[in-house]
């Protein structure tokens, strides 16, 4: 099949929406489809796009200078079109509801393409501030509701989905991880802010409120105001809200318990998943956290609020731990319970939960949706092979 994925966010910008989409992408053509990314260029000082190396073809639209009329989109549309005439979709998978749900609906429908929007919940959620914005809310709505299926990453998702559109063109699938290239062994680079063999919690995740780090912080204030200084928190990842976070930790004397470590991927972001004690994940709110999959993968328990995604993913006193959102108490009880426990029975459990996760299962539930899509117009599936192109990346402006 020939296959768009539609994204406003990809790589090189790194966080869940923008993982799920390559992954998914690297997948589809590892299984013999023929994938396009269809994609906003990075801002600027958000990193610099190196689309050849990806074994895909990456089209490129300029930022819509207006997400409330019509006409400011009209580079997602122009960039969709294009591709599609290259290519000729048989399917446009659009990830998020608006505006490129939006768009690839209103695409799809002009030219009989069936179209698949998965809601990984920023746009949708009763928090988001596009309710608030008649409407653009309108438009999401009619998007959901005018799409040939929706799928959703979590129950969560998938309940705020049912109360929008019809429940019986909603699925359930939810995020992968790639549990191969996670789990192979790394070796500690003396060079890494940490010492080899230190024994630590983790925590790898954007530093802003919705996350809940600053919670985890006054968990730890807890542990340590009980005795607890000889436990080590790592913090990986950044955010707008270091500067606060970082004066937190000093106003109350737990430097020597908490390490800063910026934003981390690859062999380090491995290494610190396979040797974490744990992996803690306050967040207020979370539609789906590839961390917990990837903590997950490595074996490693997980700490975490019982909200969103999460009821999913932690099976409670299985996996790990679930405690009540913005319970700074409860979540430094479940820190020190799990600090002093033997977690081997946990961490083999945590391993086979993942297998549930592994990209190959997820790729399949959508190759499957996709067929099944397709099938329903009785038209043939559309010849030209993007594999043939995968190593230039289109593009639409700059």
């Known amino acids: 099949m020939n296959i768009c994925l539609l994204s406003p966010t990809f790589l090189p910008k790194i966080g869940g929406a923008e993982i799920v989409v390559a992954s998914l992408a690297e997948h589809l053509t590892q299984a013999g489809h023929n994938v396009a990314v269809v994609t ?35 580079s997602i549309w122009k960039a969709l079109a294009e591709a599609h005439k290259k290519y000729r979709f048989d399917i446009i998978h659009c990830h998020l509801v608006y505006p490129v749900g939006y ?21 949708i959620r ?29 129950s969560q998702m998938k309940e705020i989905l049912h109360s929008i559109a019809d429940s019986k063109k909603v699925t359930c699938i939810p995020n992968g991880i790639d549990i191969e290239k996670l789990t192979k062994p790394v070796e500690y680079q003396p060079d890494w802010p940490i010492d080899a063999g230190q024994n630590f919690i983790l925590y790898i995740g954007s530093l802003k409120h919705i996350k809940g780090i600053d919670i985890l912080l006054q968990a730890v ?22 500067d606060e976070l970082e004066q937190f930790v000093i106003d109350n004397d737990m430097q020597d318990m908490v390490v800063w470590v910026g934003e981390v991927t690859g062999r380090f972001k491995r290494y610190l998943l396979q040797n974490a004690r744990f992996v803690v994940i306050p967040s207020r709110s979370e539609s789906f956290s590839l961390v917990a999959l990837e903590a997950l993968s490595c074996g490693r328990p997980i700490i975490a609020s019982a909200v969103g995604g999460l009821v999913d993913t932690i099976e409670d006193g299985k996996t790990g731990k679930l405690v009540p959102p913005e319970n700074s108490q409860a979540l430094a009880d479940a820190i020190v319970e799990m600090w002093n426990s033997d977690c081997s029975e946990i961490q083999e459990n945590a391993k086979n939960k993942a297998k549930l996760y592994d990209w190959r299962n997820i790729t399949s539930q959508y190759i499957e949706l996709y067929e099944k899509l397709h099938e329903s117009r009785g038209e043939p599936m559309c010849s030209p092979n993007l594999r043939g192109q995968t190593h230039r990346s289109a593009s639409t402006g700059g």
């Not at 906003?40 to 409330?68: C, E, H, L, M």
């Not at 690839?104 to 030219?111: C, S, T």
């Not at 204030?221 to 990842?237: D, F």
């Open 40 to 74: 906003q260029w990075p801002r600027r000082g958000k990193g610099v796009a190196n689309d050849s190396a990806f074994a895909y073809p990456v089209i490129r639209y300029k930022r819509p200078w207006s997400f409330t009329l019509s006409l400011g989109m009209h």
């Open 103 to 123: 768009v690839g609906v209103k695409f799809g429908r002009k030219d009989n393409i069936p179209v698949i929007i998965t809601a990984h919940g920023s746009d």
């Open 126 to 154: 009763p928090t988001s501030r596009y309710r608030r914005k008649r409407i653009i809310w309108q438009r999401i709505t009619n998007s959901l509701k005018n799409a040939d299926h929706l799928t959703a990453i979590s």
């Open 221 to 242: 204030n807890v542990i340590y105001r009980q005795g607890g200084g000889e436990m080590k928190l790592i913090v990986a990842g950044k955010g707008q809200m270091r």
